[in-house]
């Protein structure tokens, strides 16, 4: 009954079927959600997602003011400027433009701005890769952003969609940023499900009602806070940014009964009765897991995967009572966290995750796909075989296994 | 310039720029500040720059704002006030909004000669209608007399020490306008506070022209702790500056270029007073040679000739 009662409401919602770019896929939902401002500066993988707004716009499809600003410090600038104001507004980057928001990033979030941006995830020079991989997205982390990580161009175009919501509601009131794969999402083409707008209007109504520069109510944003009140107002945003997930989830919810979808924070596959678990994010990382996960189920490895789809506020709970049965847990990383005890930053929240339930069981870093290093579902099913090693033996590495590195020790 | 206000007494009695901040005694950017807020009335919305205004007015839980505020960053002003601008356009256009306020934005030399003068540079390129205030006390004075691209030669700095080899910043001051001009804005102008009807008509021209393009005014802001004089003497060493022809007051308007009183009669060097009445007053010449004085003397004259020329050119 459910299902069809959901397939229906998306017959109902769904405009077009089309071929996306992950990119072009956030360039359509920022025009389905009427945006106000848009400022961006163009950085490979994120620039066809400008080239687009920029044809919208140019092609009046959009009523948005765009805004092509002369660096990514000045785009994240300008939407904060805008998003004071009181408008609906947008941005993309990747890389070296991720980071030189980076001071803007803590900005945006200290002021709680609602601001959606779109960020194909992309490796950080030196030396310069173009290439995807999620370092830049690792670096943005702490910046008190929400932050979510799509899997497919039609997540990407319904996270935007979720995004908006999301940022401007007023528990909330916090930027948000949309990541996925560069390239391996942002230039690869996917069939993508189109909303009718006024579907997409409605799901997204606009918070007018939120603190903003209006001269008939002066008010003063972006104040110094002695260390009298620093830490409270700081405390402030990172409970908002706690507390948003149970926004997040409602807001999942309410999409998927408006859209017939059906996401949640944490994606699980074959999950319930699984052994050994892959714990990733990110498109090609999760599809090629799942697809070993298959392989591995087949020669009788009780393998399954868990997407992290919500990454920052981390969906601690989620993801525990996710793997709270399995035997052993990789965490496979795109991203370095170097220095640390273990190099991949997403096992380290696992790991703190894990421990905040008093559960201790065997975690393996894993790191893979750096700078879009192949990654190959052989890859992932020969990880699958060597977690099952490691039960067998109860030996587990004390280091990152770095996959596919050439001349490493793993 | 149009004249909007003749004597002090046509300025609105109105304060926008509250007292109780935390400004130094004879701080001259407030002095300025407070003058421009008057002069542009209630339905504004101001960006600051990171900067001795910033962080001497907004101390939460207080400020001293009573027109809408924002501060984002030390190097952005120009971008934050550009999407404030393209903001209030859109929602107007959306009927979201039926304001007509105005964008002013805010920075000090710092925030203007130096890390933000790209922001800046945008901003004018892309022709937003924002009012941009340079408040220019000559050095990063929030941070304690750092050396920006505004200080003048030979003045110290703690960054620019007066020293065995070296004697105060061993560069020349950069020519904004000439940068700003060149960006082909409706409208730029310098100003002092020595001269708040003068200031306050610019600002008002200057906001009349923003639905053409941005607008810039430079405005002399002198510091005493950062220029190391009595506090009592900023509008006198203001004066003493366009008096002695170190800060010339004139507008570029629409391609021309208008010199406004006393600068006016400028170009005749007889008319303007000896340099010497202006670096004599400041701590921060103090370690100055005859030879250092008539440099800098050489430096102004070079100044009003190549400001000669524009006038031939573009007067
Ligand atoms: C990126 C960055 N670098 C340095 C600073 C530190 N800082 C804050 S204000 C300031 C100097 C401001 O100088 P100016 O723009 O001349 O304004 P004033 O303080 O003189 O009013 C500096 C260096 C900063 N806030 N941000």
Redesign the pocket.
């Known amino acids: 009954m459910a299902v069809a009662k959901a397939l229906s409401t998306r017959e109902e919602v769904v405009k077009e079927r089309v071929g996306l770019t992950s990119n072009y896929a956030a360039a359509y939902a920022v025009k389905t959600v009427d945006v106000d401002v848009i400022a961006a500066y163009p950085i490979t993988p994120q620039t066809t997602i400008i080239e687009k707004l920029a044809e919208f716009v140019a092609n009046g499809e959009i009523d948005a003011e765009y805004i092509p600003v002369e660096s990514e410090h000045s785009a994240l600038s300008a939407v904060v400027g805008a998003a004071a104001t009181g408008a609906r507004v947008f941005t993309a980057t990747s890389a070296q433009g991720l980071e030189f928001m980076h001071?803007v990033l803590y900005i945006a979030s200290g002021l709680r701005l609602p601001i959606v941006m779109a960020a194909p995830g992309r490796a950080l020079s030196a030396p310069i890769s173009i290439h995807g991989d999620y370092q830049d997205i690792m670096s943005a982390r702490d910046s008190g952003w929400v932050i979510m990580i799509a899997s497919s161009a039609q997540e990407v175009y319904d996270s935007i969609i979720m995004a908006y919501r999301i940022a401007e509601d007023n528990r909330v009131l916090l930027p948000v940023m949309v990541s996925y794969d560069g390239f391996l999402m942002s230039h690869t083409t996917e069939p993508v499900e189109l909303y009718h707008e006024e579907y997409v209007r409605k799901f997204t109504p606009r918070n007018l009602n939120r603190p903003r520069l209006d001269p008939r109510k002066p008010m003063t944003i972006g104040v110094i806070a002695s260390p009298d009140w620093y830490y409270e107002i700081k405390y402030q945003a990172i409970n908002a940014l706690k507390e948003s997930k149970n926004v997040i989830k409602e807001t999942h919810n309410e999409f998927n009964k408006a859209f017939g979808t059906n996401y949640d924070i944490v994606e699980k596959y074959m999950l319930d009765d699984a052994d050994y678990v892959l714990i990733t994010y990110g498109g090609a990382s999760s599809g090629n897991a799942k697809e070993a996960a298959r392989r591995a189920r087949e020669r009788g490895l009780r393998a399954g995967v868990l997407r992290l789809r919500l990454f920052r506020p981390f969906p601690t709970d989620e993801v525990v009572s996710a793997i709270k049965y399995s035997k052993v847990v990789a965490v496979v990383d795109r991203a370095l966290s170097p220095g640390n005890t273990y190099e991949g930053p997403v096992f380290n929240d696992v790991v703190s995750a894990l421990y905040n339930k008093g559960i201790n069981k065997p975690v393996i870093s894993v790191v893979h796909g750096i700078s879009q290093r192949t990654m190959l579902s052989d890859d992932f099913y020969n990880l699958y075989k060597k977690l099952d090693e490691y039960a067998k033996t109860g030996e587990y590495p004390r280091k990152t296994i770095f996959i596919g590195l050439r001349g490493g020790e793993a | 310039m149009k004249v909007y206000f003749r004597t002090i007494k046509d300025l609105p009695v109105d304060e926008y720029f509250g007292p109780g901040q935390l400004t130094c005694a004879g701080c001259g950017?407030s002095i300025a500040i407070r003058w421009i807020l008057k002069a542009a009335g209630s339905d504004v919305i101001i960006v600051n720059?990171?900067?001795?205004?910033?962080?001497t007015s907004t101390s939460y839980p207080y400020t001293a704002w009573s027109v809408p505020y924002l501060h984002v960053?030390?190097?952005n002003a120009a971008a934050a006030a550009s999407g404030a601008e393209s903001a209030l356009k859109v929602l107007r256009r959306k009927g979201m909004l039926d304001a007509k306020a105005k964008v002013i934005a805010i920075?000090?030399?710092?925030?203007?000669?130096?890390?933000?003068l790209q922001a800046l540079s945008g901003m004018l390129e892309r022709g937003h209608g924002v009012l941009y205030v340079l408040?220019?006390?000559?050095?990063?004075?929030?941070?304690g007399i750092?050396r920006?691209g505004?200080t003048p030669h030979f003045a110290w700095t703690t960054t620019s020490p007066v020293g065995s080899k070296l004697k105060g910043k061993v560069q020349r001051k950069k020519d904004i306008m000439s940068i700003v001009i060149g960006h082909h804005i409706p409208y730029a102008a310098t100003a002092n506070l020595a001269y708040p009807i003068d200031l306050a008509n610019k600002v008002k021209t200057a906001l009349d022209y923003l639905d053409e393009g941005p607008a810039f005014i430079h405005v002399l802001a002198p510091?005493p702790p950062?220029w190391r004089y009595p506090e009592e003497m900023t509008v006198e060493i203001a004066r003493l500056a366009t008096e002695t022809g170190y800060f010339p007051l004139y507008e570029w308007d629409h391609g021309m270029i208008r010199f406004n009183p006393p600068s006016n009669t400028h170009f005749d060097k007889s008319k303007r007073k000896p340099i010497t009445e202006y670096l004599k007053r400041q701590g921060r010449f103090a370690h100055l040679t005859e030879e250092n004085i008539k440099e800098i003397e050489k430096e102004i004259d070079e100044y009003w000739d190549y400001l000669s020329k524009l006038v031939k050119t573009f007067g």
């Not at chain 2, 920075?107 to 933000?116: L, N, Q, R, S, V």
């Open positions: 001071e | 950017p720059a990171t900067g001795c205004i910033e962080v960053a030390f190097e920075a000090g030399d710092g925030g203007t000669y130096d890390i933000g408040y220019d006390n000559e050095a990063y004075m929030n941070t750092q920006s505004g510091c950062g």
